[in-house]
């Protein structure tokens, strides 16, 4: 496969997973602000807007959810933004227009038409579920009308690799402040998870339990990791003689390191620091990100969060 259809296709699978993760965020921290009227808007602003990796000018004055609409929903400029990545996916599907199938390409084409420039206030809450219908839509067609070939392996790949991003990005939500983090329960909810917790766990959502099946479940497709090992099966189906030549162990060794920093560190320190095992997190999977892009489609820069390289 060539390298910039490698490349495409593996930025189509973030950034349809990045639009479907930020309007999970943004829907459960917006919807928070109207319930409580005791949360600080201005500080719970501007901590949601830091975990998504864009930040007000200096010289900003009060931060409100109106600011946090336009710059992470609709702003096509700014890289952290559902717009910018439902824009970027379908850019990516033009480029790679003879290998992506005609649904996928009409999918992500009318998703991009539809954007809306503004947001209705009152009908936030219908946006973000069109967000997350759509991205379902665009998913459930590659996994349906795609060969489970390289084309398949790199969209699957990029996906896991959002998704572990976008995850630890939820979860990092959780200890923004203590007036303005959701509850568990509310978390559980936001990834689709609060019933398949409750058949695993048969009981309400407790902190140790709920962080433990969002980063430790290997049935759940949304836990970080889940989507780690997704990650590795693509890596090996895509370089199957990586561990012989060498090539990609970097990558491998990316995705290693998050997955045994979870998996042998007691659940107990992790929620005491939860903040900086997500960003750790977060960092690995930019250097896994990084190596993929240095072993695959070395020729192009990555498209990246505002401030990642910080």
């Known amino acids: 496969m060539l390298s910039r259809i490698a490349e495409s296709l593996f930025w189509i699978g973030r950034y349809i997973e990045r639009a479907d993760g930020t309007a999970r965020i943004l829907d459960v921290h917006l919807?928070?602000?109207?319930?409580d009227p005791w949360i600080d808007e201005d500080t719970a602003c501007r901590s949601l807007m830091g975990v998504m990796g864009t930040f007000p000018p200096a010289d900003a004055g009060e931060v409100t959810r109106s600011d946090v609409l336009t710059s992470l929903a609709v702003d096509r400029a700014n890289p952290s933004s559902i717009a910018y990545a439902v824009q970027s996916a379908r850019e990516n599907a033009r480029r790679a227009r003879e290998i992506v199938s005609t649904e996928l390409w009409e999918t992500l084409?009318?998703?991009?038409?539809?954007?809306?420039?503004?947001?209705?206030?009152?009908?936030?809450?219908?946006?973000?579920?069109?967000?997350?219908?759509?991205?379902?839509?665009?998913?459930?067609?590659?996994?349906?009308?795609?060969?489970r070939d390289e084309a398949w392996q790199f969209l699957t790949l990029g996906?896991?690799?959002?998704?572990?991003?976008?995850?630890?990005?939820?979860?990092?939500?959780?200890?923004?402040?203590?007036?303005?983090?959701?509850?568990?329960?509310?978390?559980?909810?936001?990834?689709?998870?609060?019933?398949?917790?409750l058949r695993t766990y048969r009981g309400m959502p407790s902190a140790?339990?709920?962080?433990?099946?969002?980063?430790?479940?290997?049935?759940?497709?949304?836990?970080?990791?889940?989507?780690?090992?997704q990650a590795e099966n693509c890596m090996s189906a895509i370089d199957p003689v990586a561990d012989?030549?060498?090539?990609?162990?970097?990558?491998?060794?990316?995705?290693?390191?998050?997955?045994?920093?979870?998996?042998?560190?007691?659940?107990?320190?992790?929620?005491?620091?939860?903040?900086?095992h997500m960003e750790?997190?977060?960092?690995?999977?930019?250097?896994?990100?990084?190596?993929?892009?240095?072993?695959?489609?070395?020729?192009?820069?990555?498209p990246s969060w505002i401030g990642e390289t910080s």
Not at 253 to 274: K, V
Request: proline share 4%.
């Open 159 to 197: 996906r896991s690799i959002e998704r572990t991003d976008m995850t630890a990005r939820l979860l990092a939500t959780r200890a923004l402040t203590e007036a303005s983090g959701p509850s568990w329960t509310t978390i559980l909810r936001s990834c689709g998870a609060y019933e398949a917790y």
């Open 109 to 147: 084409n009318t998703t991009n038409s539809r954007m809306p420039r503004r947001l209705n206030n009152e009908k936030v809450h219908e946006f973000f579920q069109w967000v997350r219908e759509r991205s379902a839509l665009a998913v459930g067609i590659t996994d349906s009308s795609t060969s």
């Open 208 to 229: 140790s339990n709920a962080a433990e099946f969002l980063l430790l479940d290997r049935l759940f497709p949304r836990s970080v990791i889940h989507s780690i090992a």
């Open 31 to 35: 919807q928070l602000l109207l319930e």
């Open 280 to 302: 750790r997190v977060q960092k690995v999977t930019r250097e896994a990100s990084e190596a993929i892009r240095g072993r695959f489609f070395p020729t192009h820069a990555e």
């Open 244 to 276: 012989r030549v060498g090539h990609s162990n970097t990558v491998l060794r990316a995705l290693g390191r998050i997955r045994n920093d979870l998996e042998y560190r007691p659940i107990t320190e992790i929620l005491s620091e939860l903040p900086d």
